[in-house]
């Protein structure tokens, strides 16, 4: 079993929807988990950090985070072809300070 | 600051050769990692540096991988004898350990094409 799992996807959205985009983990020691967005060939650019039960909103992401359920997701609202990108899950635990990521989700938004 | 760099940002290598990649983190992160990412997998962790001291190594990290940060600043991963199973895009990354939430800053990648 991965540490950090996705679906690969793509997630195929017409532009305005909101596209979901979900993470599971297994390590319970995991505190931290980060969505990161990577266009093709080019390298992964920080979103969002959540490490705290709940949701926590940046303009028009938002990640959600269950820690009893151990799963991770991020919602982006009014989604635009320019989000078209995969979308990487990471977490990490305090002990390490190192990231492990998920495989990626590939989203696609049709205009 | 200027970011993350990496040099090269392209290497083509035939097999067996040695290679040697940089990494210039952003001036005040105390933290360096490397990973290494193949096409349609995430970025698999390879080693990470605070300072000059190195505190983590993968077990998919073979010997015929070495990390260096001598003076703390910049880093460089080389790679010996290398096998086309080595082909893909090493990216560093660094950040402020201090910082709880900032997860890292990745640099452009350096992609490693072994003929």
């Known amino acids: 079993q991965k540490e950090v799992e996705q679906n690969s996807g793509p997630l195929s959205v017409p532009e305005g929807a909101i596209a979901s985009l979900n993470c599971t983990y297994s390590?319970?020691?995991?505190?931290?988990f980060f969505w990161y967005r990577q266009y093709s060939g080019k390298s992964p650019e920080l979103i969002m950090f959540?490490?705290?039960?709940g949701d926590k909103e940046d303009g028009r992401f938002t990640a959600q985070l269950n820690k009893a359920s151990q799963y991770v997701s991020l919602l982006i609202r009014d989604s635009q072809p320019s989000d078209s990108a995969t979308y990487l899950c990471?977490?990490?635990?305090?002990?390490?300070?190192?990231?492990?990521f998920g495989s990626g989700t590939r989203l696609l938004v049709r205009p | 600051d200027t970011g993350v760099s990496q040099d090269p940002r392209h290497k083509i290598t035939k097999r067996g050769q040695n290679v040697t990649f940089r990494c210039d983190p952003i001036?005040?992160?105390?933290?360096l990692y490397w990973y290494r990412q193949t096409l349609g997998q995430g970025p698999e962790f390879l080693t990470y540096?605070?300072?000059?001291?190195?505190?983590?190594k993968s077990r998919l990290l073979s010997d015929r991988f070495s990390a260096e940060r001598p003076k703390g600043s910049f880093s460089t991963l080389e790679i010996q004898r290398t096998e086309q199973g080595d082909s893909a895009m090493y990216l560093c990354?660094?950040?402020?350990?201090?910082?709880?939430?900032?997860?890292?800053?990745f640099g452009s990648g350096t992609r490693l094409t072994v003929v």
């Open positions: 990354a660094s950040s402020l350990v201090e910082q709880l939430g900032y997860g890292y800053t």
């Open positions: 390590d319970r020691g995991s505190q931290s």
């Open positions: 959540i490490y705290s039960n």
């Open positions: 990471a977490a990490r635990m305090d002990s390490s300070y190192k990231l492990i």
């Open positions: 001036s005040e992160h105390n933290r």
């Open positions: 540096f605070q300072n000059e001291a190195q505190l983590e």
